[in-house]
């Protein structure tokens, strides 16, 4: 699974939500950092470190594992396969991604 897979599953994901209003940084285990910045002025991502209100360290794999519903981000999140650091508000909206 690479970055730019990942990154094309986060678009469409964003395109059928409503903005989350926060700008979340995934860093992937495996390599590589997404910055997600859903607001109702901006919807993007970037490959570039940056301030985020909230930060998830993941697997890619995992990553899809969840938006594909294979794998609950609750259990995720116990397992300690999903570490959040910051606004633990933003990241429950991740939610969204994941229904």
């Not at 094309?8 to 940084?25: E, Q, V």
């Not at 794999?61 to 294979?70: A, P, S």
């Not at 794998?71 to 909206?93: E, I, Q, S, Y």
Request: some cysteine; overall charge negative.
């Amino acid at each position: 699974m690479t970055i730019e897979s990942v990154e094309s599953r986060i678009s469409d994901l964003m395109a059928k939500n409503a903005p989350l209003n926060a700008t979340i940084k995934f860093e992937f285990k495996d390599g590589g950092i997404l910055v997600v910045e859903s607001t109702e002025e901006v919807s993007g991502i970037a490959h570039e470190d940056g301030p985020a209100d909230c930060t998830v360290k993941v697997k890619s794999t995992d990553l899809v594992k969840m938006m594909d519903g294979k794998l609950d981000p609750m259990l995720a999140f116990t397992m300690g396969k999903l570490k959040v650091k910051g606004d633990m508000g933003v990241a429950m909206k991740l939610t969204k991604f994941f229904e």
